[in-house]
């Protein structure tokens, strides 16, 4: 997932939303047929579109069904997010997110450049465990097929989402819905993945290590999912009791992935291992 993160991360720029909600929002409106216009969003009613292209022009009002997309026009600071991406500074981030995103929420359901920013919203309240709140983003990318890559990181957030509030025999519909199969040979690392998260959740967890280090195995070129699938295979250890195993994953993580989301993940395993051993040779005392 870090590459999918790090890709978006480069596209994704810091809003600086200075006016007030019910201002015009600047933008660039797309019909079809190649026409377009430069001017602002005066306002929205139901299925009608007001738009002003300036110069003192009155505004006409365009059905929201007949435009392909909007262009908002948004203010960067990209090193600002830089920053902030690098100190981990995440739910802040997240707030940011929705606080800006949110004054173009009338028009959400439009195609438009906003669909970067959403996703990385999307990868962020997942990252932070706010499930419900990326379930809620995925479903709107997974089901707009204007732009291939950012539908398939939605299809892809979408199931995990669904498992991480616990909804497994959802998840698994719609793997089953996208035609992802673990058990082709030629099964892509996310679906080897989502599938092992499945099988977590199911308590099978023998057979979700052997999905996770069939990634780990095959996948060498995908750090985006040899990272976590790798960690998934402590989580696992540690979950069967073989504490030996996930320690030398750990290892692993900390001498391969230094400083990484799953680096600082694999050293509060590692605590909750002592904790754990250190219970286990209690109860063997007693």
Not at 139 to 147: N, P
């Amino acid at each position: 997932m870090n590459k999918l993160f790090l890709s978006i991360a480069c596209t994704v720029v810091f809003f600086v939303a200075s006016a007030v909600e019910s201002a015009p929002i600047k933008a660039e409106l797309f019909m079809p047929g190649g026409r377009s216009w430069k001017g602002s969003l005066i306002g929205r009613d139901g299925d009608w579109i007001e738009f002003s292209t300036g110069a003192g022009a009155r505004p006409i009002r365009v059905g929201a069904g007949t435009i392909e997309s909007l262009a908002f026009e948004v203010n960067i600071d990209s090193e600002k997010l830089s920053e902030m991406n690098s100190n981990r500074e995440y739910q802040q981030i997240i707030d940011i997110l929705d606080a800006t995103l949110s004054r173009f929420a009338d028009y959400s359901d439009i195609s438009s450049n906003l669909t970067p920013y959403n996703s990385f919203l999307m990868e962020l309240n997942y990252k932070v465990g706010n499930y419900k709140e990326s379930l809620t983003t995925a479903k709107k990318l997974a089901q707009d097929d204007s732009t291939p890559d950012f539908q398939e990181t939605g299809r892809i957030y979408l199931t995990l989402s669904l498992i991480g509030i616990g909804n497994i025999v959802e998840a698994e519909k719609v793997m089953h819905s996208f035609g992802w199969n673990a058990a082709t040979l030629n099964a892509s690392p996310a679906t080897l993945y989502i599938t092992a998260k499945i099988l977590e959740a199911k308590k099978e967890y023998q057979k979700a290590i052997e999905l996770a280090a069939r990634i780990v195995a095959l996948h060498s070129h995908s750090p985006e999912w040899m990272q976590p699938a790798e960690l998934l295979c402590a989580e696992l250890y540690t979950k069967l009791g073989k504490y030996d195993s996930a320690e030398e994953v750990i290892n692993q993580i900390f001498m391969l992935y230094r400083d990484s989301d799953e680096d600082v993940a694999a050293r509060k395993l590692k605590r909750q291992i002592a904790t754990l051993r250190s219970q286990q040779e209690t109860l063997n005392a007693d």
